[in-house]
T-cell receptor, first 108, second 113 residues
Framework: GEDVEQSLFLSVREGDSSVINCTYT??????LYWYKQEPGAGLQLLTY?????DMKQDQRLTVLLNKKDKHLSLRIADTQTGDSAIYFC????????FGSGTQLTVLP | NAGVMQNPRHLVRRRGQEARLRCSPM?????VYWYRQLPEEGLKFMVY????????ESGMPKERFSAEFPKEGPSILRIQQVVRGDSAAYFC???????????FGDGTRLSIL
């Protein structure tokens, strides 16, 4: 069956790098995604990686994909207070299967 | 901003009433997905529709829930005879084609009294 797992909480200091990890199970996913959810808001598509890629960089965001281990990570460089939110990874053979989300707290 | 539009943002219903949630996809998107987020949980897939067709409803409860995406107008998620356990945030997403990135609306927060 499909299952996406993430750690629930992460705290970092402003200016440090954040690394959010995710494991997934469905190797048929075409893309793997990272979404950001702020309180009371919907999901914002942050970035995504095609399943035949190992890495994708987009400004402060770096996505690493290890297909052998089915491991996905999101690195946020120079983390700011505005990055505080819940981050969801998701896989999709068709519909999205989400992890439970990682609450990122950025400390001043 | 031609993003995914959902309305209402907040909806309050009493037990036994009907709830109708609307979603207009992004311009150019003909694939619509509905997800439910229970408090303190991630999103769970409910149903995937294209214009006038339900493609996958494997995540929909068997009773009281239905969805449509007519030729004209928004997609509608309908919940009949609501119960307290239906209280959740309901999110709609759209994409231009299957397996393409999905963009989300801001959700409808349904509260059942």
């Amino acid at each position: 069956g499909e299952d996406v797992e993430q750690s629930l909480f992460l705290s970092v200091r402003e200016g440090d790098s954040s690394v959010i990890n995710c494991t997934y199970t469905d190797s048929s996913s075409t893309y793997l995604y990272w979404y950001k959810q702020e309180p009371g808001a919907g999901l914002q598509l942050l970035t995504y990686i095609f399943s035949n890629m190992d890495m994708k960089q987009d400004q402060r965001l770096t996505v690493l994909l290890n297909k052998k281990d089915k491991h996905l990570s999101l690195r946020i460089a120079d983390t700011q207070t505005g990055d505080s939110a819940i981050y969801f990874c998701a896989e999709n053979p068709r519909q999205l299967t989400f992890g439970s989300g990682t609450q990122l707290t950025v400390l001043p | 901003n031609a993003g995914v539009m959902q309305n209402p943002r907040h909806l309050v219903r009493r037990r036994g009433q009907e709830a109708r949630l609307r979603c207009s996809p992004m311009k150019g998107h003909s694939h619509v997905y509905w997800y439910r987020q229970l408090p303190e949980e991630g999103l769970k897939f409910m149903v995937y529709l294209q214009k006038e067709n339900i493609i996958d409803e494997s995540g929909m409860p068997k009773e009281r829930f239905s969805a449509e995406f007519p030729k004209e107008g928004p997609s509608i998620l309908r919940i009949q005879q609501v119960v307290r356990g239906d209280s959740a945030a309901y999110f709609c997403a759209s994409s231009p084609a299957e397996n393409q990135p999905q963009h989300f609306g801001d959700g409808t927060r349904l509260s059942i009294l």
